[in-house]
């Protein structure tokens, strides 16, 4: 799987927007990147994923760049609720379709 | 949108005992689950890989004597912690895939079982 890399925390006022940075610079071409958030002591909650278009769903946008290198998740206007470890992660294809490796992500606070 | 739904949330069980969680699928077929563990302040481990209808799959360094994985049906998987120790309390979370439906190919997780081992 390709290795991904995030800043450890991240801070945002509430109502701001949320723009969380994620590197993949080995990510192969029909790797998928996806991003997942884990509120504590809950399991990991799917937010969005994307090959090379950017995308975008009722939690949030997804921006990936031309070269597949890196993508950003946005969330428009961060709430105290979305207060969450959030994972960047390129999935595995072939026989392990599915197997997700999970990194430390980014601890992101929403502040009043 | 899809979910997975785990059994029991949380499970006190003393040293010695097995236990058993509990991993379904909610409104698709999944023939392929996954188990992970995670222990506090750190990120989930990929535990094994549980196939419908055949034997699991585990990852390096986990021992499938212990960690007994059942897939009996397309919306059902089972982990089973055996001989229990304080040790193997956790926070053990499963997921599957949904290769239908409009979200097509995600992965979504359960609300994971916290075990604790007295």
């Known amino acids: 799987d390709a290795k991904t890399t995030q800043p450890p925390s991240m801070d945002c006022a509430e109502g701001r927007a949320a723009n969380l940075p994620c590197n993949h610079s080995?990510?192969?071409?029909?790797?998928?990147v996806y991003w997942y958030r884990q509120i504590h002591s809950q399991g990991p909650q799917y937010i969005i994923h994307g090959l090379k278009n950017n995308e975008t769903n009722e939690m949030a946008s997804l921006i990936i760049t031309e070269d597949r290198k890196s993508s950003t998740l946005i969330l428009p206007h961060a709430t105290l609720r979305d207060t969450a470890v959030y994972y960047c992660i390129v999935r595995a294809g072939g026989t392990s379709y599915g197997k997700l490796t999970f990194g430390q992500g980014t601890i992101l606070t929403v502040h009043p | 949108g899809a979910v997975v739904s785990q059994h029991p949330s949380r499970v006190i069980c003393k040293s010695g005992t097995s236990v058993k969680i509990e991993c379904r699928s909610l409104d698709f077929q999944a023939t392929t689950m996954f188990w992970y563990r995670q222990f506090p302040k750190q990120s989930l481990m990929l535990m094994a890989t549980s196939n419908e209808g055949s034997k699991a799959t585990y990852e390096q360094g986990v021992e499938k004597d212990k960690f007994l994985i059942n897939h009996a049906s397309l919306t059902l998987s089972t982990l089973t912690v055996t001989s229990a120790h304080p040790e193997d309390s956790s926070f053990y979370i499963c997921?599957?895939?949904?290769?239908?439906?409009?979200?097509?190919?995600?992965?979504?997780f359960g609300e994971g079982s916290w075990l604790t081992v007295v």
């Open positions: 997921s599957a895939r949904d290769r239908g439906g409009s979200s097509g190919n995600t992965i979504y």
């Open positions: 080995t990510i192969s071409g029909n790797e998928y």
